[in-house]
Nanobody, 124 residues
């Protein structure tokens, strides 16, 4: 089990950028694939991006492909989500999650541990 804490959310204008961070307190961070998910008001939690244990494999939702980048620093026990060209429809609470598997998976139910979330609001 790992404890996760997101940071970096905030209010930004459309077209702007934000970088989210997710820090893990566990010593086994490199054993987990990591994912970012988001949930807008009245909507289900949806997959955003995932990264493998080593960082060599990444996967993105079509809605963010080409605009968002997921990467990790295992020495710092941290995974990041760089978000560029933000749109109002990106507004949501963003969560990071840990998956004790070598796979990059998109289903939220498969992830083992979750952070508390960080709010991202994109104004038009």
């Amino acid at each position: 089990q790992v404890q996760l804490a997101e940071s970096g959310g905030g209010l930004v204008q459309a077209g702007g950028s934000l970088r989210l961070s997710c820090a893990s307190s566990g010593r086994t961070f490199s054993m987990y694939a990591m994912g970012w998910f988001r949930q807008a008001p009245g909507k289900e939690r949806e997959f955003v991006a995932a990264i493998s244990r080593s960082g060599g494999d990444t996967y993105y939702a079509d809605s963010v492909k080409g605009r968002f980048t997921i990467f990790r620093d295992n020495a710092k026990n941290t995974v990041y989500l760089q978000m560029n060209s933000l749109k109002p429809e990106d507004t949501a609470v963003y969560y990071c999650a840990a998956d004790n598997t070598p796979l990059t998976r998109t289903r939220a139910a498969l992830y083992d541990d979750w952070g508390q979330g960080t709010q991202v609001t994109v104004s038009s």
